[in-house]
């Protein structure tokens, strides 16, 4: 396993969930990782990044000011702090990482992402 994925789950309107992305081997610290997701019928979406070598980041306006990602880098994970869900944030979220940032959103076919972690926010 090259990701390991935590933190998904069943919260109500809101609610604050944060998600963790494990890079447990220490692969991917020279790259860019982040999150996307993906509901039921849609295309998987960018949703957050950042650069483990300067800490930029990068989110999609949707979730700008509600969700926050950081690196811890001692311990080789990102997080995905999100707060005031929102039922449209149903979906599952994948760990992905990409050479830089604009590579991963620009072109997602090229990410190594991780296995996925459910993320559903009940009305």
């Known amino acids: 396993v090259q990701l390991v994925e935590s933190g998904g789950g069943l919260v109500q309107v809101g609610a604050s969930l944060t998600l963790s992305c494990e890079d447990p081997r220490r692969m991917f610290t020279k790259y860019a990782m982040g999150w996307f997701r993906q509901a039921p019928g849609k295309e998987r979406e960018f949703v957050a990044a950042i650069n483990w070598s300067d800490g930029g980041t990068q989110y999609v306006d949707s979730v700008k000011g509600r969700f926050t990602i950081s690196r811890d880098s001692g311990k080789n994970t990102i997080y995905l702090q999100m707060n005031n869900l929102k039922p449209e944030d149903t979906a599952v979220y994948y760990c992905?990482?990409?050479?830089?940032?604009?590579?991963?959103?620009?072109?997602?076919?090229?990410?190594?992402w991780g296995q996925g972690t459910q993320v559903t926010v009940s009305p």
């Open positions: 992905a990482v990409s050479a830089t940032i604009t590579t991963m959103s620009h072109r997602p076919a090229g990410n190594y």
